[in-house]
């Protein structure tokens, strides 16, 4: 079974708005944290946005503003809402999932299979 499980991707017209939605499997063990991660071509895969236990949330400066991330950690599930996308959000969005010790090392995480979503006239 699929550890974490993600819809919502696509192509939008610069400007537009996509919703990204993930939820975790029963395979995945307890978890603290949640978020997304981006891959666009021939770049390295970067932190989009994160939500950790007791509130923390975590944004890339490039989407600040734009992106609001919601966790609901009973469900097991992370939404990422997009707005006013750029072309330079095209990238392959990965949602994952960790248990983040009390040093906010990482004890273990999951990954999702990727969501295309494509910012293109």
């Known amino acids: 079974q699929v550890p974490l499980v993600e819809s919502g991707g696509g192509l939008v017209q610069p400007g537009g708005s996509l919703r990204l939605s993930c939820a975790a499997s029963?395979?995945?063990?307890?978890?603290?944290?949640m978020g997304w991660y981006r891959q666009a071509p021939g770049k390295q895969r970067e932190l989009v946005a994160s939500d950790t236990d007791g509130g923390l949330r975590k944004y890339a400066d490039s989407v600040k503003g734009r992106f609001a991330i919601s966790r609901d950690a009973v469900k097991r599930t992370v939404d990422m809402q997009m707005n006013r996308l750029r072309s330079e959000g095209t990238a392959v969005y990965y949602c994952?999932?960790?248990?983040?010790?009390?040093?906010?090392?990482?004890?273990?995480?999951?990954w999702g299979q990727g969501t295309q979503v494509t910012v293109s006239s």
């Open positions: 994952y999932a960790a248990w983040i010790d009390v040093n906010g090392n990482t004890r273990y995480d999951y």
């Open positions: 029963r395979v995945v063990f307890s978890i603290n944290a």
